[in-house]
């Protein structure tokens, strides 16, 4: 079956750490994107990525990073110099060009202890 | 940026009554409008989505309503059900521009009462 997935589920961090969270899809789309959700908040764009080894900042791409070395993975860092990093992150894809038909990835849920 | 937000952060039903949950948007330029269902811990499910040629589209229970005039879509749920419990979120996008990224809104929490 064709999916998105994110791992892991829960992430704890110790402050001044950076950690990595994992997307990958088979669905073959172009586009990939990262979003930020807290308590009573919409998603926030953190990063987006249209094609392998271009991505464009969101909102609040502060304290974030990625890299888009394959069409599949599109991984985001957050690194220490991002303040308030306790959130559930969500990653999506989509075809891209021709179509939005985002599908979302289960998000995992980073805590700093 | 632009955003797109919603009237009511929570609504609460009743098993079988219908619901409406509404967003407002600022920006004209959008031509394309999405519905989301989130439940808790999971990622958001399409329900529905609008182009901006249209100011009408029904799906299974689900009827999404867009006013271009006023900036304002809404989305009913028929004979809502308790597993319509969820928070709901619009979503606006540019299709000239397919492959940026949508714009949220910040959810509706719809509790469904049995």
């Known amino acids: 079956d064709g999916g998105i997935t994110q791992s892991p589920k829960y992430l704890f961090r110790k402050e001044g750490q950076n950690v990595t969270l994992s997307c990958e899809q088979n669905?073959?789309?172009?586009?990939m994107y990262w979003y930020r959700q807290d308590p009573g908040q919409g998603l926030r764009l953190i990063y987006y990525?249209?094609?392998?080894?271009?991505?464009q900042k969101g909102d609040i791409a502060e304290g974030y990073s990625v890299s888009r070395e394959k069409k599949e993975s599109f991984p985001l860092t957050v690194t220490s110099a991002q303040k308030n990093p306790t959130a559930f992150y969500l990653c999506?894809?989509?075809?891209?060009?021709?179509?939005?038909?985002?599908?979302f990835g289960s998000g995992t849920r980073l805590t700093v202890v | 940026g632009e955003s797109v937000g919603l009237h009511l952060p929570t609504l609460s039903v009743q098993e079988g009554d219908n619901s409406i949950i509404n967003c407002a948007y600022s920006?004209?330029?959008?031509?394309?409008f999405i519905w989301y269902k989130q439940e808790s811990g999971k990622g958001p499910q399409f329900i529905i989505d609008?182009?901006?040629?249209?100011d009408k589209r029904q799906g299974q229970r689900v009827t999404v309503l867009l006013n271009k005039t006023v900036k304002h879509l809404s989305l009913q749920i028929a004979a809502t059900q308790p597993g319509d419990s969820a928070v709901y979120f619009c979503?606006?996008?540019?299709?000239?521009?397919?492959?940026?990224?949508?714009?949220f809104g910040k959810g509706t929490t719809l509790s469904v009462s049995s």
């Open positions: 609008i182009r901006s040629n249209m």
């Open positions: 669905l073959n789309h172009d586009a």
């Open positions: 979503a606006r996008g540019d299709t000239n521009q397919a492959g940026t990224a949508l714009i």
């Open positions: 990525s249209q094609i392998v080894n271009d991505f």
């Open positions: 999506a894809s989509s075809p891209g060009r021709g179509g939005y038909g985002y599908t």
């Open positions: 920006n004209s330029a959008s031509d394309y």
